[in-house]
């Protein structure tokens, strides 16, 4: 099993430009998160899934859209990036509300 | 308002001690905590879970304490081993709440 698999590992970006971030799972988890982690700042929810087709607003949603059209899989998008969207971004998915979440290896974003 | 806080400062100890880690949180009412493990460049790993009605919880040389009273949990590594270097983050799941909201970690460093 793969366990959670982000794409790209890196990316840098220019302002305004856009992207779409990957994750997908094969654990047939109903829960799919999306978080950034700055330094100091420990990771921030930004977008949630509970199940497919649904999507959710975390703590910092701003600038950021998400889609959940299969269950597997998460997409974070960035329609005109910023450079305060540098940051490392995490997705993780868990079989249930509170359940041990499982995490994929990060995608670091640059934004220049 | 709502705060995780962990101690910042690294937590230096000596091979064979005992890491003991600090959770504090206010302003939640948690019905689960759990702790994960980050190693630089990864993603975090999923350690132990406790629920607001457990006081302890033991894993191997792990164990997690929840008082809902002082609203803190400890984080203890016994026998701790160089391998247990890492930051260690705490996470709380919130009453009526669907995501994970962490702390900013605390990184554990111990000494050969």
């Known amino acids: 099993n793969a366990g959670v698999t982000q794409t790209p590992k890196f990316r840098v970006l220019k302002t305004g430009q856009s992207m779409t971030l990957l994750c997908a799972q094969d654990?047939?988890?109903?829960?799919m998160y999306w978080y950034r982690q700055d330094p100091g700042m420990g990771l921030r929810l930004i977008h949630y899934?509970?199940?497919?087709?649904?999507?959710a607003k975390g703590e910092v949603p701003d600038g950021y859209n998400v889609s959940r059209l299969k269950k597997q899989n998460f997409l974070l998008g960035l329609e005109s990036a910023a450079p305060s969207q540098t940051s490392v971004y995490f997705c993780?998915?868990?079989?249930?509300?509170?359940?041990?979440?499982?995490f994929g290896q990060g995608t670091r974003l640059t934004v220049v | 308002s709502q705060k995780i806080e962990q101690n910042s400062e690294a937590l230096n100890i000596q091979e064979g001690k005992t890491a003991t880690l600090t959770c504090n949180y206010t302003n939640y009412s948690p019905a689960y905590l759990q702790w994960y493990r980050q190693d630089p460049g990864r993603g975090p790993v999923f350690l132990l879970l406790i629920r607001e009605n457990e006081k302890e919880k033991r894993k191997e040389r792990l164990k997690v304490t929840f008082d809902t009273t002082l609203k803190q949990s400890l984080f203890h590594i016994t026998a701790s081993q160089p391998a247990d270097s890492a930051t260690y983050l705490c996470a709380l799941m919130d009453t009526g709440r669907r995501a994970l909201t962490f702390g900013s970690g605390t990184r554990l460093q111990v000494q050969p």
């Open positions: 654990m047939n988890h109903e829960y």
């Open positions: 899934s509970v199940g497919e087709g649904t999507t």
């Open positions: 993780a998915s868990s079989y249930s509300k509170g359940g041990e979440a499982f």
